[in-house]
């Protein structure tokens, strides 16, 4: 290994248009709102079991179909997905299953989803580098999938050096060169008295320190449950979106989303999240809710507005 593996990959000055700040600013690029940024690096955590791998496989035929995914309307685009964490002959199955599921036909997204199968990659490569790049513009991709991270490095995760050489030198020059955003699947942390709060990555605090969002899903009684831990676009995080995996026989895998919209569900999100006190309209309720994942309708707003006092009985709001 060279002493400075990533020298390929090292950027150049580029100044800000201050003329234009206010046409540049005006609209943030959305794969899929509010979940995944076009323009940021996105880190999918998950505990073992929890189908990260699975969850991340589906989102890139969503994208490359253009077809909703947990309920929300994507940006359709090319995807690459480096398979570097499972086996061949898996991920084949998975993406059978999954295309099943949606009704598509595998061979459809051929000009848009690029799946590389293992085949040992790293990232301080300059060969690999060069070939993932040109792997992601040959299908125009909105979307780079690492699936895993410690699968595409040969560095310590526990040292914060180097894996700010992995994640800020290695992978994030790929978006700039290929304009893509990107999903990194990495596993959680064991649990710990150092890993609270946000933290809840494996590794070094630099892997989720380098990311501009970061997504945690956890395997819970009712199921796998999906939620923003970190975002620097959104002012608030997600609630969190339990998860539903339907699996037919071998043959169709799809995932659903089953974000609660009871009347006590939305009455304490509500309160919880002070949506009170901003003085907001019914439907600036219903938008917001909506922001956070809880697609809930007008009238369970109403309904919780009244348990909170704030429509009377008699009034529909």
């Known amino acids: 290994m060279?002493?400075?593996?990533?020298?390929?990959s090292a950027g150049a000055v580029k100044r800000i248009d201050l003329?234009?700040?206010?046409?540049?600013?005006?609209?943030?690029?959305?794969?899929?709102?509010?979940?995944?940024?076009?323009?940021?690096?996105?880190l999918l955590i998950g505990e073992g079991g929890s189908c990260k791998s699975l969850l991340a496989l589906d989102l890139a035929i969503a994208i490359a179909a253009g077809r909703r995914w947990l309920g929300h309307e994507v940006e359709k685009?090319?995807?690459?997905?480096?398979?570097?964490?499972?086996?061949?002959?898996?991920?084949?199955?998975r993406l059978k299953a999954l295309c099943a599921a949606r009704g598509l036909d595998p061979a459809s997204l051929q000009g848009s989803l690029y799946v590389n199968a293992p085949s040992g990659l790293?990232?301080?490569?300059?060969?690999?580098?060069?070939?993932?790049?040109?792997?992601?513009?040959?299908?125009?991709?909105?979307?780079?999938?690492?699936?895993?991270?410690?699968?595409?490095?040969?560095?310590?995760?526990?040292?914060?050096?180097?894996?700010?050489?992995v994640m800020r030198s290695g992978l994030r020059p790929l978006m700039r060169h290929t304009g893509a955003g990107m999903l990194?699947?990495?596993?959680?942390?064991?649990?710990?008295?150092?890993?609270?709060?946000?933290?809840?990555?494996?590794?070094?605090?630099?892997?989720i320190n380098s990311t501009d969002a970061a997504l945690f899903l956890s395997q819970r009684k009712t199921g796998p449950r999906l939620e923003m831990i970190r975002?620097?676009?959104?002012?608030?995080?997600?609630?969190?979106?339990?998860?539903?995996?339907?699996?037919?026989?071998?043959?169709?895998?799809s995932i659903l989303a089953k974000v609660s919209t009871t009347v006590d569900t939305v009455t304490n999100l509500i309160e919880s999240k002070g949506l009170l006190s901003a003085n907001l309209t019914q439907r600036?309720?219903?938008d917001s809710l909506h922001e956070w994942g809880c697609q809930c309708s007008l009238g369970t707003v109403n309904k919780a507005m009244k348990v909170l006092g704030k429509?009377?009985?008699?009034?529909?709001?």
């Open 77 to 93: 685009g090319g995807v690459l997905y480096l398979d570097e964490d499972g086996q061949e002959g898996e991920t084949k199955r």
């Open 231 to 253: 975002s620097r676009v959104l002012a608030r995080t997600l609630w969190p979106a339990t998860l539903k995996i339907e699996v037919a026989g071998t043959e169709k895998i």
């Open 122 to 165: 790293q990232i301080e490569s300059g060969d690999t580098f060069a070939d993932v790049k040109d792997a992601a513009l040959s299908v125009n991709a909105t979307l780079i999938v690492v699936d895993a991270l410690v699968a595409m490095h040969s560095r310590d995760e526990n040292s914060s050096n180097q894996m700010k050489a």
């Open 311 to 317: 429509i009377p009985d008699d009034q529909d709001g």
């Open 19 to 42: 003329s234009r700040l206010d046409e540049d600013t005006a609209k943030y690029n959305w794969i899929t709102k509010p979940w995944l940024g076009r323009d940021a690096m996105t």
């Open 184 to 207: 990194i699947v990495h596993h959680a942390g064991k649990p710990s008295d150092d890993n609270r709060g946000t933290n809840r990555a494996r590794g070094s605090t630099e892997i």
């Open 2 to 8: 060279s002493s400075n593996p990533f020298k390929y």
């Open 284 to 286: 600036q309720i219903l």
